[in-house]
């Protein structure tokens, strides 16, 4: 039986179930300005994925990686998400949401 495709789903499905509070907390403390940390962690599990030689931990930091490039969009949208009431805002960074 092959199992790569059970395992690579399971570990998608973690990744991207990881990262979702991942960026709401994200968003929270730090804002819209902490996206060069995702696109730094996105580019350096691109760089580990080209260079591990195990085929499931290639594919797994390929997931990661894209998960976290996807979380510097996310975080724009966590922002908006914010202004519109649907998540808590920050009470110490209010200045940031005001237009």
């Known amino acids: 039986m092959n199992y790569i495709g ?12 990881i990262f979702h509070p991942i960026v709401i907390k994200a968003e929270y403390y730090f804002g819209r300005r902490c996206w060069w940390a995702f696109l730094l962690a996105g580019i350096g599990c ?34 908006r998400r914010v202004q519109r009431g649907w998540f808590p805002m920050n009470p110490r960074r209010r200045h940031d949401y005001e237009s």
């Open 46 to 79: 691109i760089g580990a994925s080209l260079v591990v030689d195990n085929d499931y931990a290639s594919i797994i930091l390929g997931v990661i990686a894209f998960s976290a490039l996807w979380g510097i969009h996310e975080l724009r949208q966590q922002h």
């Open 6 to 17: 059970l395992i690579i789903g399971l570990a998608t499905f973690l990744c991207i179930g």
